[in-house]
């Protein structure tokens, strides 16, 4: 149980193009959604917390209006890089859990690439 | 605000040998600590969780974890490493109040060698 789907595993674009990326919870009702980055070798950095109905809550230093994430129902979110640039070129990863205490349940994220 | 540090970034153990990964935190409350293993190019998988209770922890793929509130401690072990453990593991401390707003440690990458 607990499975995450995220989609695109992988996205090449060019500068200036926005990318949508969805997560979906398969088998469990995602009261919140949370959205990391990964650069290579390193650890998680979180982007932003998001739960079903409401606006995400962007930890410092993530533009809000870069990356738009909406959670639209107990299932599914989606992070949209808008006007993508190289630097934005990174490991996505999406992660959702349920309801009380339960633990966070990962994506296989999401390698983003823009020329 | 609550931390974590991984005090090993790379380990090389010998396939069949024993594996220990450290990892410390600070926190203010009782905290909820994860450890979560990353295959290159892929998201994370759950070993285990402690929230309450028994102190050691027994998770999926053989592993183990311990909490030591005194040591600030929550350090992970296999007895008998797989070549496929090669992987980056990474601790994580959770914060309640934040809807379980994980904090991650800078990960430890192991090496298996045959």
């Known amino acids: 149980g607990a499975v995450v789907s995220q989609h695109p595993s992988r996205v090449i674009c060019k500068s200036g193009t926005s990318v949508k990326i969805e997560c979906r919870s398969l088998?469990?009702?995602?009261?919140?959604m949370f959205w990391y980055r990964q650069f290579p070798k390193q650890s998680l950095m979180l982007m932003a917390t998001s739960n079903e109905g409401s606006k995400a809550t962007y930890e410092q230093g993530v533009e809000k209006d870069k990356f738009l994430i909406n959670h639209a129902s107990l299932t599914l979110s989606t992070l949209t890089v808008t006007s993508a640039h190289p630097e934005d070129s990174s490991f996505y990863i999406c992660?959702?859990?349920?309801?009380?205490?339960?633990?966070?349940?990962f994506g296989d994220g999401t390698r983003l690439s823009i020329l | 605000a609550q931390s974590v540090t991984q005090p090993d970034i790379h380990i090389t153990v010998s396939e069949g040998a024993s594996l220990e990964l450290r990892c410390n935190y600070s926190y203010g409350a009782t905290p909820y600590l994860f450890w979560y293993v990353q295959s290159p190019g892929q998201g994370l998988q759950l070993l285990l969780k402690y929230f309450s209770g028994d102190t050691l922890v027994q998770g999926i793929k053989g592993f183990e974890a311990e909490f030591k509130r005194s040591q600030s401690s929550f350090n992970l072990r296999k007895p008998s490493v797989h070549w496929s453990d090669a992987a980056e593991y990474f601790c994580a401390v959770g914060e309640k109040a934040a809807g379980n707003k994980l904090t991650f440690g800078g990960g430890t990458r192991v090496l298996v060698k045959p």
């Open positions: 992660s959702a859990r349920g309801w009380g205490d339960q633990p966070q349940h």
């Open positions: 088998d469990f009702q995602a009261t919140t």
